[in-house]
């Protein structure tokens, strides 16, 4: 990825420092290397030899664009690589200008160069930097588009006719200008100076116009993933709203069933003499009154229930049974838990979501499913763990988003999870250790009046 290309602040700026030193006291430990290069301009005028002028041309471009380089390079890792403002651009120009004026001082000793030459070559490089967009602005193209620019410049300073304007003023530079005249070489260094400097600068400007493409594809390329993506979370929420009112119209008509049977089993406690046909009359109207509960709960969200913890947990366990024999189901649901107001239907529905969930993390090899509950600080924390082979920590924070499934499934089971229990009041938490299990904890508030009889509420 882009991001793990670029250093880390700290190292930037101590990086872009270092950088930044060397080009400073490039006079010392460049000598050797200016020493060769003269020695080659004293065998060329020796030899009469301008294809060795030319070789020393080429060293001497060399040199300078490495010496040059430590110091834009530098500077721009001092100046954390951006060129997003004016005031930004105008600190990495001023830094370079400066660090690099002030070598060229010191290698003429105390006499100040001539700036023309290297605000040409900054400028040009800040122009052409500040278009390549921020995610490609990495070091190792920023250095190509840098050694571009300053070689193609370097060779500039070896044309003689461009000396009145600045360039080519240095000790190499002008001994190299003086040994063109003497060998008649000075159009063979022209010619060259023509032959590397247009198609160098074309090469980075040629960067820059890819850059700039490949970042606007990047960019559409994100807008397409986010639009197939909101397309997928609104057919799967159209998909989630289907389904949800073909159910509460089945629901709703199991009314008209119910009230008959309400009402035969009145008449026939009413009716009947039998004291134990009245009492089984009275147990049918229970039961419906029961049901009618229920289909309340479905129909109606907002639909709440004082209910004590274990026995939502038995509501889930009476609907739910591991259909393999390998996975073992332990219960730790104290029964003297204060309390919660739910919605015992759907919060049922979000607890067979998590049980069905831990079993096909489990699979078919033997494993291990627990329900604990405990009150802390006013709320019951509900924990369902399992001893699958976890969720991989990248997909942690991608588990709980509407679609995403690793199962080849609708991927709705978390998002309804996390929507109900939020509905309530409550929160939800994921852990996982790969190879170790997953635990998911959901934390109801208490009843308010946790002493008073469980209640039913409906808000208007």
Known sequence: MVSALRPRQPARLASGVALLFLAATAPSWSTPLSA???????????????????????????????????????????????????????????????????????????????????????????????????????????????????????????????????????????????????????????????????????????????????????????????????LHETKLQLLENRVYQELHTLVHDLKTPLVTVEGLASLLALASPCGRTRAYARRIEEAVQTLTTMINEILREDVRVDTRPHELVDLVRAHWL???????LEVEVPPDLPPVRVNRIRMARVLMNLLENAMSAIGDRPGHIAIRAEAADGVVLLRIEDDGPGIPPHLLHEIDKP??????????????????????????????????????????????????????????
């Open 36 to 230: 060769s290069i003269a020695h080659a301009i004293a065998l060329a005028i020796r030899d009469a030899d301008s294809g060795t002028l030319a070789l020393a041309a080429f060293g001497r471009a060399g040199l300078y664009t490495l010496m040059d380089g430590f110091a834009v390079v530098g500077a721009w890792l001092a100046t954390a690589g951006s060129f997003s403002s004016l005031r930004r651009q105008g600190a990495f120009v001023a830094l370079a200008l400066a660090v690099l004026l002030a070598r060229d001082t010191l290698a003429a000793g105390g006499i100040p160069g001539s700036p023309v030459p290297h605000l040409m070559t900054v400028a040009t490089i800040t122009a052409l930097l500040a278009h390549v967009p921020e995610r490609q602005r990495t070091v190792w193209p920023t250095v190509g588009i840098v050694g571009h620019v300053l070689f193609a410049g370097q060779w500039l300073n070896a044309v003689s006719f461009l000396v009145p304007f600045g360039f080519g003023r240095d000790d190499l530079a002008v001994n190299l200008h003086l040994a063109a005249e003497f060998l008649g070489a000075e159009p063979l260094l022209a010619i060259l100076a023509v032959a590397l400097v247009v198609p160098l600068l074309a090469s980075a400007v040629l960067y820059v116009q890819l850059a700039v493409g490949y970042a606007a594809q990047l960019k559409a390329a994100e807008t397409i993933q986010r639009q197939a993506r909101a």
């Open 322 to 328: 591991p259909p393999r024999d390998h996975i073992r």
């Open 403 to 460: 679609g995403f499934s690793t199962k080849q499934a609708t991927g709705l089971g978390l998002p309804f999870v996390k929507k109900m229990v939020e509905a309530h009041g409550g929160t939800v938490t994921l852990t996982s250790t790969p190879g170790r299990g997953t635990t998911v904890c959901i934390t109801l508030p208490c009843a308010p009046d946790t002493g008073a009889p469980a209640k039913r509420t409906t808000p208007s």
